[in-house]
């Protein structure tokens, strides 16, 4: 692994958006008056989000064609995720769902590329037949030990749970970005994924 590809592992931890979508939740202190005694509190006082809807088990998968390399290059990307054990706080008849990227047509793009900020759409389908349209932004990647963990944080843009947040984790080993210095190049990320939405009832 290069010098340049170490020092981006240790140093990407771009978490802006994760901790204002996180933290950003709960209530305000309770206004006090002068006199140091509670005050009238505001009419819309504001909410906690809620787990809407959580997959915590599935894996991702990612193909290149042509396969990365630490060189920017026209890269086809596509990717597919598949999600199980899914429990939705209003809707019971939701417990599986897919996820796709789709072919987004060849652009510049390296192996470093993956541990930068980067923006993308894609189609959840969920069990039941119904689907949300994600848009999302990678906004840290941290490694620990051998897994390098990948943080998308986005919203539905369409579809169910429309305008919710939504807050995608995927697990790979680090060492795959070796591949990007040898001469096949890398072909395919995989690893294990989480999918949760967060909004207001």
């Known amino acids: 692994m290069s010098t340049r590809m170490k020092h981006l592992l240790r140093c990407i931890t771009i978490s ?97 590329d993956l541990l930068e900020v980067g923006r993308a759409r894609g189609t959840l389908v969920w069990n039941t037949g119904e689907t949300s349209t994600l848009v999302q932004t990678r906004v840290a990647a941290r490694v620990e030990g051998l897994l390098l963990t990948l943080t998308h944080v986005g919203s539905v843009e369409s579809g169910k749970f429309q305008g919710a947040t939504v807050l995608r984790t995927t697990t790979f080993l680090s060492t795959d970005l070796d591949a990007c210095s040898g001469p096949e190049g890398l072909r395919r990320l995989s690893g294990p994924s989480t999918l949760t939405f967060l909004g207001l009832l």
């Not at 390399?69 to 599986?96: H, K, M, W, Y």
């Open 16 to 112: 802006l958006l994760v901790s204002g979508a996180l933290m950003s939740c709960g209530s305000p202190p309770e206004p006090r008056d002068n006199e140091g005694t509670p005050a009238e509190a505001p009419a819309r006082a504001e909410q906690a989000l809620l787990t809407l809807a959580s997959c915590p088990v599935g894996s991702g998968d990612l193909h290149y064609a042509p396969p990365l390399r630490n060189e920017r290059q026209d890269v086809g990307i596509s990717g597919t995720s598949v999600f199980s054990n899914c429990l939705a706080l209003l809707d019971p008849t939701l417990t599986s769902a897919t996820y796709t990227v789709g072919n987004l047509g060849a652009s510049p793009f390296s192996c470093l």
